[in-house]
């Protein structure tokens, strides 16, 4: 199944003291293209993502804008879904 997000509002925060990351998103979802038992799966809905990242610290003293030494993602979508 296809699952297509489009993200309606952002925002991010780091804290430059200990490099943690910290993001929101909410997004609008829309189920489709399923499979197998899944096939005729369709739906939509809204889904709020939070991301919470440590990054590494450059030997600059700065935090690397591209590289985690931890990371973690959750995302809860609501939304009636059928088929």
Known sequence: MSIAYTVTHAKQKLNPVNCL????LTSSYKVSKGTGRYVNVS????AKTQV???????????CSPNSFSAYQ???????????
């Open 21 to 24: 990351l910290v993001v929101s």
């Open 43 to 46: 739906g939509s809905g809204t």
């Open 52 to 62: 919470l990242g440590v990054l590494k610290r450059l030997s600059t003293g700065r």
């Open 73 to 83: 993602e959750t995302t809860t979508g609501h939304g009636p879904i059928k088929g």
